[in-house]
């Protein structure tokens, strides 16, 4: 069974970069047909893509987002990545990673990660 | 982008009723659409896909119908099990966007 956790800080000060990292494990991110991506949900609102990445590297973004994400792959790790710069607090939220084939509907999810913005 | 817009936002049903949630895309879609039970402090858990393809596991009382900019979500006899939030997703522009929730309480 396919798992994927997220990682990273909790708290992270404004206009500083937000990391996480997604761990895959039950399986392996080298699948050609899969994408890798980002979901967040601010607390008490609705689900929000931020963006999505393939094993060769190829992105895909949300576009109210766009400018400041980046999200890349660590395929050696079994890894893929978020980072999200000039954070504030409308940027607190807890952060999904997720799978999905090609760049469609989401089949695996983390447990999620609350990300809060504050100094 | 494409706007999703689910209703109603919420909705307070009993045990055994059939409930029924709407999601409305801004353009047609060619049902290019997922459906989503988040349950709270946990994360969205895919219910069926391609609008009407119930995902393996899910229990057949979820059934998925539309096309063109309308789909709905029926759950034929709610369960004690079923208070969450459901969300809608379209897939067909990969700017990928999600409803704003309907909330399903027990009465």
């Known amino acids: 069974q396919l798992q994927l956790e997220e990682s990273g800080p909790g708290l992270v000060k404004p206009s500083e970069t937000l990391s996480l990292t997604c761990t895959i494990s039950?399986?392996?991110?080298?699948?050609?047909?899969?994408?890798w991506g980002w979901v967040r949900q601010p607390p008490g609102k609705g689900l929000e893509w931020i963006g999505s990445?393939?094993?060769?590297?190829?992105?895909y973004y949300g576009p109210s987002l766009k400018s400041r994400a980046t999200v890349s792959v660590d395929s050696s790790r079994n890894q893929f990545s978020l980072r999200l710069t000039s954070v504030t607090a409308t940027d607190t939220a807890v952060y999904y990673c997720?799978?999905?084939?090609?760049?469609?509907?989401?089949?695996?999810w983390g447990q999620g990660t609350l990300v809060t913005v504050s100094s | 982008d494409i706007q999703m817009t689910q209703s109603p936002s919420s909705l307070s049903a009993s045990v055994g009723d059939r409930v029924t949630i709407t999601c409305r895309a801004s353009?047609?879609?060619?049902?290019?659409l997922a459906w989503y039970q988040q349950k709270p402090g946990k994360a969205p858990k895919l219910l069926l896909y391609?609008?009407?393809n119930l995902e393996s596991g899910v229990p057949s009382r979820f059934t998925g119908s539309g096309s063109g900019t309308d789909y709905t979500l029926t759950i034929s006899s709610l369960q004690p099990e079923d208070s969450a939030t459901y969300h809608c997703?379209?897939?067909?522009?990969?700017?990928?966007?999600f409803g704003g929730g309907t909330k399903v309480e027990i009465k």
């Open positions: 391609a609008a009407s």
């Open positions: 039950g399986g392996s991110i080298d699948n050609s047909n899969d994408y």
């Open positions: 353009q047609g879609i060619s049902n290019s």
């Open positions: 997720a799978r999905h084939k090609q760049v469609l509907f989401f089949d695996y």
């Open positions: 990445v393939s094993l060769s590297g190829r992105t």
């Open positions: 997703q379209q897939y067909y522009r990969v700017s990928l966007t």
